[in-house]
């Protein structure tokens, strides 16, 4: 199996809140987890990613936890803002070259 | 360096009619992927080329189709198009080797299909 599984759908998030998105995958040959954001008329932007080997991973704001046994891996936005608003894709590269497979999508909308 | 770059952003065709789709990717990445993105079905995998190969193709019928140049540009081919092919068509390059599972998106070909 290649699905990805994301929720929520949709999210709104309190200025200053922590959002969370979370992702579970089935295919176990994935080697790779990148979060994407997505805004309006543009092309998805790698956010964050992290190999299975690593539990944790942090670059600013955003925060990658993964947990292989469980097969599934979340993003953290700590101290959300305004300009975080956007859709946020999960995916899993696998199943020969580069080759992504991505989540449903999280709509996060973060309010004043 | 210069992101990856699709031409053209907006297109417009009819029912059977084909479109060909560009796409130049980042200096130096030689692995270019499409992806469909359309409300119902999200971010579909359609096929990756590499050095002038495709190494990797989704489930999509026959009727798309693609190739990479010497100079790691790639086109997309649709051809007898149908209402259901109306989506955003995204390229992404990625280096290869190293550090090379990133892949980076261009802004995306909007194709609507009337």
């Known amino acids: 199996q290649q699905q990805v599984k994301q929720s929520p759908q949709s999210l709104i998030v309190q200025k200053g809140g922590i959002s969370i998105i979370n992702c579970a995958y089935e295919?176990?040959?994935?080697?790779?987890f990148p979060w994407y954001q997505q805004f309006p008329g543009k092309g998805p932007a790698l956010l964050i990613a992290i190999r299975p080997d690593v539990s944790e991973k942090k670059e600013g704001r955003f925060t990658i936890s993964f947990n292989k046994s469980a097969k599934q891996f979340s993003l953290h936005i700590m101290d959300s803002q305004p300009g975080d608003s956007a859709t946020y894709f999960c995916a899993g590269r696998g199943g020969g070259g580069n080759k992504l497979t991505f989540g449903t999508g999280t709509q996060l909308k973060v309010e004043l | 360096k210069a992101g990856v770059t699709q031409t053209p952003r907006y297109l417009i065709k009819t029912r059977g009619q084909q479109v060909t789709l560009s796409c130049s990717p980042i200096?130096?990445?030689?692995?270019v992927s499409w992806y469909q993105q359309t409300p119902g079905q999200g971010l579909q995998f359609l096929f990756e080329?590499?050095?002038?190969?495709?190494?990797n193709k989704g489930n999509f019928p026959g009727r798309f189709s693609g190739r990479q140049f010497s100079n790691s540009r790639s086109e997309m081919n649709v051809s007898t198009l149908e209402l259901g092919d109306s989506a955003l068509y995204l390229c992404a390059s990625s280096p290869v080797g190293g550090t090379g599972r990133q892949q980076y998106f261009g802004p995306g070909t909007r194709l609507t299909v009337t």
């Open positions: 295919n176990t040959a994935f080697d790779y």
């Open positions: 200096s130096g990445h030689r692995s």
């Open positions: 080329y590499f050095s002038e190969t495709q190494r």
